[in-house]
């Protein structure tokens, strides 16, 4: 069945540093895929999307380019805040005649920004 | 800007004992679900509803659960008798139009099972 991977957590970086946590995937069709954000005590948050192959996502400095090459969608962003810690969660949806299906999400990356 | 909200935050309930989490969607929104994140694992689909009814489930989601729209405005989960294994995270979501917009979550019930 369908499947999302990320990298391994916990990342810890320093404030301006580079961003990237590493995301692939297996579907059967062509899902859209999405990077959700959970900031401490809160819910899930979509941060950016991308629905279809070379698309590319954005939001608050962060993107990610849907690669249906390598079956990747990673998140990056060129000098992470202390704002943006919290856990990071890629999922897919597959597309069924134009409608979306469930999410199906990786297992989070935590994320800590040191000032 | 409209926002999912879960009730309560943490309920804590003796195993065995039924269990209600409730969720108000965003208000325009016609499709709903239930996840669940068991701690440390990954966020898992239980169920999908639309027009009344359960359009999709997975496996998880046995005959312990339920879900029901009782009015215009929230959306339950119910598990019958729970178990040790049902301690988890439950975060509702709602979306408008599955083709086009993306499922808004809510902050999630913690629950806990002794």
């Known amino acids: 069945g369908d499947s999302v991977t990320q990298m391994e957590g916990p990342v810890t970086l320093s404030e301006e540093a580079f961003l990237t946590i590493n995301c692939t995937y297996t579907a059967t069709g062509y899902p859209s895929l999405f990077w959700y954000v959970q900031y401490p005590g809160e819910g899930l948050q979509l941060l950016l999307k991308a629905t279809k192959a070379d698309d590319k996502g954005s939001n608050k400095g962060f993107e990610a380019t849907y690669r249906k090459e390598t079956t990747s969608f990673h998140l990056e962003k060129g000098s992470v805040q202390v704002s943006d810690s919290a856990v990071y969660f890629c999922a897919l949806s597959e597309n069924y005649g134009g409608s979306q299906g469930n999410l199906i999400f990786g297992k989070g990356t935590k994320l800590s920004v040191k000032p | 800007e409209p926002e999912v909200t879960q009730t309560p935050s943490h309920q804590v309930t003796q195993m065995g004992q039924e269990v209600i989490l409730r969720c108000v969607p965003i208000s325009n929104h016609l499709y709903f679900y239930w996840y669940r994140q068991i701690l440390g694992q990954k966020v898992e689909f239980l169920v999908s509803?639309?027009?009344?009814?359960?359009?999709?489930k997975s496996e998880i989601f046995d005959d312990q659960f339920s879900v029901e729209r009782p009015d215009g405005s929230n959306f339950t989960l119910k598990i019958r008798s729970t178990k040790l294994e049902d301690s988890a995270m439950y975060f509702c979501?709602?979306?408008?139009?599955?083709?086009?917009?993306?499922?808004?979550f809510g902050d999630g019930t913690r629950l806990s099972i002794l």
């Open positions: 979501a709602s979306t408008g139009d599955r083709g086009n917009q993306p499922q808004h």
């Open positions: 509803f639309y027009n009344n009814e359960i359009s999709e």
